[in-house]
Each structure stands twice: as C-alpha cells, then as structure tokens.
C-alpha cells in the first residue's frame, strides 16, 4: 500500500525571517507567548512569512468496537450511531462549538454498527458494521485496515482549505486508543487507560485486564500497522490514513483529545515527520492524554478538562490559531507605527 510521504518544516533561513518578522510587530519579544511559536510554526508549514488560514474544517470519523461487548463503555453501542444522527440534526456540543467559530463540520461513517438511511450529509466510508472483539480476534483483517487509510487519505484529497480538524465517535474506542497507546509507547496499562464515558474505578481496572489480557493473547504484533489493525478502529485507522495525507499537502493539522492523538501516534510511527503539522488543541481530561502527549514533546494550547472528544477542542482552539496567523499578517511594526524600540 502506498502510503502518503511527509517532509520536514525545518528550514532555517525562513525560521530566522519569521523570527524577524514576528520581532519586529509592537510588542516586546516573546510576549504573545504561544501565539509566537504557533505562528513560526504556521509560517514554517506554509512556507512563507505571510500566513492565512482558509476554509477550516474538522473531519468526525464514527465507528463501532467488537471489544464493546466486553462492558468497557459506560453506554451502550447505541450510541454511536444515535449521536452521529445528532451530529447530523446539529445538535452535539461539536455542531455548537464549530457553528460558533465559524468552521465547516463533515461526519464520516467508518463502519458504525447500524444501517443509516441516505443522507446527503453523510459520508459514507463504511468498512463494515463495527470492528471484531479484540480480546479475541484481530478488530479488523489486514484488507479493512488498508481500505480505512486509503479512505481517509481520499476524504483529504477532496478537501479545499488548509486547516484540517480531527474528531471521533465510537463507543468503547478509549479502550482501543489506551491499547494503541500502550503498544507504539511501551507505557504500562494501568497508566494509559482511563474513565472513558465515565465508569467507574472498578470499570477502569476492567478495562485494564481487559487490555493486558488481549495484549498477551496477540502477543508479537509489533509493527505499527499490524497494532493499528489488532487493537485499532476503523474511525481511528481512517483518522490515521487521513492526518498522513494532511501532512503531505502541507496542512494546518488540529489534532482533538486521547483517542485522535492515540491515530496519531500511529501515524508518527509510520512518518514522524507528521509532528511538524500538528497543533494540539487541548490536554483532555481522559487520564492517559497526558502522558500520551509528552512522548510526542506536544504542547497542547487548552486544559480545560474537557473529556468528550467529537473534534470539540479543535473548534475551541481554532481562534487561537486564527489569531497567531492574524497578528502576524496584520500587526504593524516598530517602523510602521513608529512606535520607539527597547532601550538598550
Ligand atoms: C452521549 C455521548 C456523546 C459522546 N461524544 C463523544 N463521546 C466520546 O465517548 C466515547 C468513548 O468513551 P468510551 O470508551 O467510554 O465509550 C467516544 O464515542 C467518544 O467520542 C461521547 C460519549 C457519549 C456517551
Ligand atoms: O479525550 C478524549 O478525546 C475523550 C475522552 C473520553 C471520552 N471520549 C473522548
């Protein structure tokens, strides 16, 4: 399979031009903070020192986990499918949050477990009615997990703007990304699972056994693709195909909570330069984001302990963006303002 080839930001003599630019606005250095470095960041992804952001969007991939039956969610399968209508009627936190700021929403059916009627804003990217059960089989066969990333690297493809949000829906899928979480980082179990949709301490420790059991029973799958298909989603491993394609078209990546980094980890793997792309819009309140985001060295710009997911802290984290493209573009500059310079 051929999978999308990323090059590295790294280019010094933009990086020192940026740097000028960015000094010379009517601030003292450095005060804006993170902005700064999202902006150097922003110019060196665009490669220029005159940065704009167009037609932001956040990809939601739905899909359905077989290890679902193994009681790691704290609601029913049902649900996936039944929010996915509920991000279609608008009314999910991510439908208000991306309305409010402006940022255009696409759901992407990866294989959720039920039959949806057409739907003219529906992308329908089924792989099948939900993965199989981990504990006991592999989620999904080779083939699938192909298709998923192929799908995903399509679905950018056909996109127009260079800002990419990623969101997810899919009961059970924090016991996927803390599995995937534990095999591309070595971290143990116990500290990359997490509350999830809210079970309790004993479900937390259920979820752990429920891991460490199927990570014996699938003992020796250590390549990243062949972890993404055993312990993986089809919404994750669609995510996955989709971030790696981002990257290569040179876009603005806003990557969500626990379960959208969990893709992302393995599509870093795959092609570490990836990191270069990505702003990470929030540390979630799910247990294991945190150490999750320090083995990538990211700086997440929210803590809000926000723990949903859907893509909602990119809607809330792309203004931030906004305004590091805008200060750079627009401020005035010492010169332009005549505004005196620090004394020596
Ligand atoms: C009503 C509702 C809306 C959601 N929106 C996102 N999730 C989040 O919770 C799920 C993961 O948690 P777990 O692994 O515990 O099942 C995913 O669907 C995730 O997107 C939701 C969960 C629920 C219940
Ligand atoms: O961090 C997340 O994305 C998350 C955490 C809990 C449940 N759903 C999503």
């Known amino acids: 399979m051929h999978l999308p080839f990323i090059t590295a930001t790294a280019n010094a003599a933009l990086s020192m031009q940026l740097d000028a630019a960015i000094d010379s606005k009517t601030k003292p250095p450095g005060s804006l903070g993170m902005l700064e470095v999202l ?10 020192t005159s940065v704009a952001l167009t037609e932001p969007v956040i990809l939601v991939f739905a899909g359905d986990h077989g290890v679902a039956a193994e009681g790691v969610s704290a609601y029913p399968q ?8 509920n991000f279609l009627a608008q009314g999910a936190a991510i439908n208000v949050f991306a309305r409010q700021n402006g940022c255009a929403l696409v759901v992407v059916d990866a294989g959720v477990n039920h039959a949806f009627g057409p739907r ?20 999904m066969t080779t083939a699938q997990c192909a298709q998923a990333l192929a799908d995903g690297i399509a679905l950018v493809d056909e996109l127009q703007g260079n800002v990419v949000g990623f969101g997810e829906m899919g009961i059970a899928n924090t ?18 699972v997490g509350a999830g949709t809210g079970v309790s301490a004993e479900g937390v ?16 799958v250590d390549d990243p693709l062949a972890i993404l298909a055993t312990f993986g989603g089809f919404e994750i491993a669609m995510m996955a195909g989709a971030m790696l394609r981002a990257a290569e078209r040179r876009m603005v990546l806003l990557i969500d909570g626990f379960i959208v980094t969990s893709a992302l980890l393995v599509a870093a793997r795959l092609q570490p330069a990836i990191l270069d792309y990505c702003v990470f819009a929030h540390c979630s309140g799910e247990h294991g984001h945190k150490r999750m985001l320090d083995t990538l060295a990211a700086r997440p710009l929210l803590q809000l302990d926000m723990r949903l997911g859907e893509g909602t802290a990119c809607a809330l984290a792309l203004p931030l963006l906004q305004a590091a493209a805008g200060f750079l573009r627009e401020m005035a500059t010492f010169g332009s303002a005549q505004v005196a310079e620090k004394l020596d």
């Open 120 to 139: 003219d804003s529906l992308v329908d990217r089924k792989i099948a009615y939900g993965t199989q059960n981990f504990a006991n089989q592999a989620a």
């Open 175 to 192: 016991t996927a990304g803390a599995a995937l979480m534990h095999k591309l980082t070595g971290i143990p179990v116990s500290d990359c």
């Open 205 to 220: 420790r259920h979820k752990q056994h429920v891991i460490e059991a199927a990570v014996s029973h699938h003992a020796g």
């Open 78 to 85: 049902s649900v996936t499918w039944q929010m996915v209508e």
């Open 39 to 48: 902006a150097r960041q922003l110019g060196l992804i665009q490669q220029t």
